[in-house]
């Protein structure tokens, strides 16, 4: 590895730049130095505290800093999962810190961008599949396609490069991030199985026979690594996800099977009401089963898991390109799932 290199991890303490900077990190070689408005005390690699929203704050904080090599962009202006995100304000957050690059950026190589399924417009209609990454812009309301445009604005003349991974529902093992379906799925389910029911999934029947598909964190942070070091990565955009799409009607008995319990059909019912309705059961089960104590509502994202079971239709993306430049890792996306429930049993999150 090149001991030369500085990385800036834009949203270090997200659960996408956390993933990629720790991976970095291990990596050696990378000195990632994090971004962030509320950086961790304990963190692993040095950290920045700076509010990528204020021009002025990312100006004065990146003065010092004049030998940045590569940029990891995974910073999101606040939002709840499955909520629109300000397309204005992550532009403008981009903005501010590539114009801060800009009077020391001669030593800069490369700048990665995390976006997702979204620039195809998946939460807006129908589209053909698998997504592939030339396809037109499907979601114009969405800040992707404008970052993108500002990222190739700002390259014109200079020598570095540039690359974005379009990723879909992230999938990881750990217990201080709530935007997480595996979590969501598995608190459901224990909760079900106590109280002695199916397991109903919480959605439509279309829903639950669409095609949909993951992205295994790990696997991300490592074709994010590929995308910054191999040149035919650059100025691409590349599909991340398992390669392996499949319906929730797939997966549903999978998960019954494991939770021992019958498997239940397609419910008009959500995750969010489900989770307030049984709060009491969960600090009940708690004390039941010496689980860590935990505030059900609190503990899971449980609007981003009616949102991601909230589309009517397919979501696929291809991955042939990736493979084509030099990426082929594949995930086993059931057995990223099962896996992920022992995880959390054997840290007393479930029973």
């Not at 970095?24 to 971004?35: A, I, T």
């Not at 709530?178 to 002695?196: P, Q």
């Not at 690594?225 to 996800?241: E, S």
Request: include cysteine.
């Amino acid at each position: 590895m090149n001991s030369s290199r500085l990385t800036l991890i834009a949203g270090a303490t997200g659960q996408i730049g956390s993933s990629v900077g720790a991976h970095l990190f291990e990596q050696g070689g990378w000195n990632p130095v994090g971004l962030a408005r509320a950086p961790k005390q304990d963190a692993r690699y040095p950290m920045l505290a700076l509010d990528l929203t204020n021009a002025q704050d990312c100006a004065d904080k990146l003065a010092a800093i004049t030998s940045v090599t590569h940029v990891l962009y995974a910073a999101r202006f606040d939002h709840f999962g499955g909520e629109l995100e300000s397309r204005e304000t992550n532009v403008r957050m981009l903005e501010n810190l590539l114009n801060a690059l800009k009077p020391a950026s001669g030593n800069l190589q490369h700048i990665h961008l995390v976006h997702g399924t979204k620039y195809y417009g998946h939460t807006v209609r129908e589209r053909p599949t698998p997504y592939q990454e030339d396809d037109a812009c499907g979601n114009f309301n969405s800040f992707y396609y404008e970052q993108q445009s500002l990222l190739q604005e700002h390259q014109r003349g200079r020598e570095w490069s540039w690359s974005i991974s379009r990723p879909h529902a992230f999938c990881n093992y750990r217990i201080d991030e709530s935007r997480n379906m595996i979590l969501i799925v598995g608190l459901y389910a224990s909760i079900l199985r106590e109280l002695g029911l199916p397991l109903v999934y919480p959605g439509t029947l279309r829903s639950y026979m669409a095609k949909t598909q993951f992205s295994w964190l790990p696997t991300l942070a490592r074709a994010a690594t590929w995308m910054m070091t191999d040149p035919r990565c650059a100025n691409q955009a590349y599909n991340i996800v398992n390669g392996d799409p499949m319906s929730w009607s797939e997966l549903w008995p999978l998960f019954a099977q494991y939770f021992e319990m019958e498997c239940g059909a397609p419910e008009d019912c959500t995750f969010a009401d489900f989770a307030h309705q049984h709060a009491q059961t969960w600090s009940h089960m708690t004390s039941k089963y010496g689980l860590q104590n935990s505030n059900l509502v609190a503990l899971a994202q449980w609007p981003y898991g009616d949102y991601v079971m909230s589309l009517q239709w397919d979501v696929v993306s291809d991955m042939r390109k990736a493979a084509t430049d030099g990426f082929h890792e594949r995930v086993n996306t059931p057995k990223m799932w099962l896996e992920g429930f022992d995880f959390f049993r054997t840290q007393k999150i479930i029973p």
